[in-house]
């Protein structure tokens, strides 16, 4: 007897997801490799989109002639100066108690302060900089023309790729442009930006209104400000402050960075309507600010996840690693609220970070517990999905370490996550949370891409609030990293 069959299964077998190949992602502008070989640093660069131009006999290529300690050392000295700027304290104590620590909006602070100080960071990244293409070997010549050329352009996007772990947003081009060869991409005006979610704090300020200056900065504002330290008076208007702004590399391009982390062989896109995230907080630093503002702001960013998502809140160490212990770990995004740290043994340092509980969680430590699923991925195929976008919105996650086990950014990735955003200092309170607030509100809301998210929430800050200290965050892969737009779930198919 003929019997109709249906063909549309009662279950969906992927469990929400597609198994693909590599996941779409869009054309990188620049790819710089740092390598060093025998204590030797070696610089490889390449583009995907014709920005840096073809040779006919040879790629881009050059041994370094800075030697590796100094480019640690200076990296070093460069983050230090960021550490200054959010210590800095005015000599007259009436001016404010750490003004920069304290509060996130700067525009209002005296004329030419904040400009001077940026300035000073400017200097500092751009000394890093040429430092490290400095030399005299022809082929390093024509590699370093190469590079100012492209960098000095803008909206790149520009994946660095290296054996030291260097803060990149933070270095910064010669106000000096080389001449470039060929009109330069248009530079993309400032979009608006969509208003964080649900704001109820009045120190956010609306968008830029102004798009057409370089960085997003409005086109007028205050008349004079001081142009030096010694106190001599010039006048001025935002748009110098901008063009300072704009010199950094994590302003004026879309930065990620990489380390040779292991990559998985298979990619699991979840394609579920409604992501699934977590918030991994310590309840002292939630309720116990010493800036009542950032409660409000912290506040705000759990509203935003718990509306936008399926949200898991953890609080203690024991539930987040028991979770982790799991090899179907299905989230779309983790976001980290809580106190870090770099933690020192004798000669070995690594990166930490403690939820409400004083246990430390480590890179070591996340690592014994997914290395299984991992490796049964890698050797056996097995579906074990760890996707995860990783906000670590930690002192220190994101400074630069050396141990194989110290970053807790390369761990991550190392297991599967489509990206870690980090900083490389510590970060003021509610600096954090309005950065963060702004950050998953282009993320979550917008759906725009992680690179994209990064740079326009940087850009917003400096145009808005005259801070720069956005830039201390760095973004670990993931500049493609997006949440799928709302779709009706599918089954999976081989690669």
């Known amino acids: 007897m003929d019997e109709n069959i249906p063909l549309t299964s009662s279950q969906d077998a992927s469990n929400g997801y597609r198994l693909t190949l590599a996941p779409t992602r869009e054309l990188r502008d620049l790819v710089v490799c740092l390598r060093v070989q ?18 006919r006999s040879r790629e881009h290529w050059a041994e370094l002639e800075t030697d590796v300690r100094d480019i640690k050392d200076l990296s070093a000295q460069l983050l230090a100066d960021w550490k200054a700027f ?9 001016a404010g108690i750490r003004p920069y620590a304290t509060g996130a ?13 940026v300035a000073e960071l400017v200097r500092a990244g751009s000394h890093l900089l040429d430092t490290l293409l400095s030399g005299h ?20 996007r520009i994946r660095f790729d290296s054996d030291l772990d ?3 947003p933070l270095l910064a081009v010669g106000e000096q442009a080389p001449p470039i060869s060929g009109p330069p991409p248009a530079p993309a005006p400032y979009a608006s930006l969509t208003v964080p979610y649900d704001v109820q704090v009045s120190s956010v300020a609306s968008p830029p209104t102004t798009p057409g200056t370089p960085g997003g900065g409005p086109a007028n504002g205050p008349g004079t400000t001081a142009a030096s330290a010694g106190g001599t008076t010039a006048p001025t208007t935002p748009s110098e402050l901008a063009r300072l702004f704009d010199l950094f590399l994590g302003h004026r391009h879309l930065i990620e960075t990489a380390s040779g982390a292991y990559e998985t062989d298979f990619y699991y896109a979840a394609s579920r309507a409604r992501p699934i995230s977590s918030a991994n907080i310590d309840e002292a630093l939630r309720r116990a600010s010493r800036v009542p503002e950032a409660q409000k702001v912290a506040a705000e960013v759990h509203k935003l996840l718990d509306d936008q998502t399926e949200l898991t809140e953890r609080t203690h160490s024991d539930t987040l690693l ?13 976001y980290f609220f809580c106190h870090g740290a770099v933690l020192r043994d004798g000669d070995a340092t690594w990166q930490a970070f403690q939820l409400t509980d004083a246990r430390a969680v480590h890179a070591g430590r996340i690592d014994s517990i997914r290395k299984r699923y991992t490796e049964a991925n890698r050797s056996r195929g097995e579906f074990v999905p760890f996707h995860p976008m990783v906000v670590l919105n930690v002192c220190y996650a994101g400074s630069p370490m050396t141990g194989r086990f110290a970053s807790l950014a390369g761990s991550f990735i190392q297991h599967g996550a489509q990206g870690v955003l980090a900083p490389a200092i510590a970060v003021p309170q509610l600096f954090g949370a309005e950065f963060a607030l702004r950050f998953l509100t282009r993320y979550l809301v917008d759906r725009s891409a992680a690179g994209e998210a990064v740079r326009d929430t940087v850009r917003w800050f400096a145009a808005e609030y005259h801070n720069p200290l956005g830039l ?12 799928p737009p709302a779709a009706p779930d599918e089954g999976a198919t081989a690669p």
């Open 137 to 156: 070997n022809p082929n390093l010549l024509r590699l370093r023309a190469f590079l100012a050329t492209a960098l000095h352009r803008r909206d790149l």
């Open 166 to 168: 260097l803060p990149w």
């Open 86 to 94: 959010v210590d800095y304290q005015p000599a007259d104590r009436a």
């Open 472 to 483: 201390i965050y760095g973004l670990h892969c993931g500049l493609d990293s997006r949440l």
């Open 105 to 117: 909006d700067l525009s209002s602070r005296p004329p030419g302060e904040v400009q001077r100080r």
């Open 38 to 55: 025998d204590g030797r640093p070696w610089l490889i660069a390449w583009g995907e989109t014709g920005v840096l131009p073809r040779s």
């Open 322 to 334: 028991n979770d982790l212990d799991a090899a179907h770990f299905d989230e779309d995004l983790m």
